[in-house]
């Protein structure tokens, strides 16, 4: 149990364009999600908290305008970088946690983006 | 504020030996605490966490960790390492009531055969 997966897991595109993420639970439904970027050789630094049926909350310093977050399901979020430059170019990976059981957190495999 | 520190970025361990990867937390309650591991890659998987109860606690593939209150210390044990335990280990606390994870640096595990 607890499956989360990412799609795609790679992708790569040309400065200006925007590409977009998904993020699914599998076998369980998630009320809360959690998109993550890594850069190479580092943490996680975690970018919003999305939670269905309402707005993402953004860390600080996360564009809101760069980084758009959709959790129109139950078991689907989505996150969507807008005019992607180079520098966005990084290891997208979320996470979701059960209803009622909100502190564990089950990942997906991640999605890596290269901005060209 | 809540912090985690893992004191060890690279530890190279040979096959068979055993292993400690520690972790320090700065948290004023009792804290939730993970360890995740994550090979090149990939995403995270979930080895254990700490809640309440018994302080030595079991995960999958073999390791275990001990939560010390009076060191702060989330330390994760495996008797016998195997050349597929390389991979890079992520210590965790959650943060308050946001449910939000609160990472520390990471250690990256060798293994020598």
């Known amino acids: 149990g607890a499956v989360v997966s990412q799609h795609p897991s790679w992708v790569i595109c040309k400065s200006g364009t925007s590409v977009k993420i998904e993020c699914r639970s599998l076998d369980f439904q998630a009320t809360t999600m959690f998109w993550y970027r890594q850069f190479p050789k580092q943490s996680l630094m975690l970018m919003a908290t999305?939670?269905?049926?309402?707005?993402?909350?953004?860390e600080q310093g996360v564009e809101k305008d760069k980084f758009l977050i959709n959790h129109a399901s139950l078991t689907l979020s989505t996150l969507t970088v807008t005019s992607a430059h180079p520098e966005d170019s990084s290891f997208y990976i979320c996470s979701a946690s059960y209803p009622g059981r909100k502190e564990t957190q089950y990942f997906g495999p991640g999605t890596r983006l290269l901005v060209l | 504020a809540q912090s985690v520190t893992q004191p060890d970025i690279h530890i190279t361990v040979s096959e068979g030996a055993s292993l400690e990867l520690r972790c320090n937390y700065s948290y004023g309650a009792t804290p939730y605490l993970f360890w995740y591991v994550q090979s090149p890659g990939q995403g995270l998987q979930l080895l254990l966490k700490y809640f309440s109860g018994d302080t030595l606690v079991q995960g999958i593939k073999g390791f275990e960790a001990e939560f010390k209150r009076s060191q702060s210390s989330f330390n994760l044990r495996k008797p016998s390492v195997h050349w597929s335990d390389a991979a890079e280990y992520f210590c965790?606390?959650?943060?308050?009531?946001?449910?939000?994870?609160?990472f520390g640096t990471g250690t990256l595990l060798a293994v020598q055969p």
């Open positions: 999305s939670n269905e049926g309402s707005k993402a909350t953004y």
């Open positions: 965790a606390v959650v943060r308050g009531a946001t449910n939000k994870l609160i």
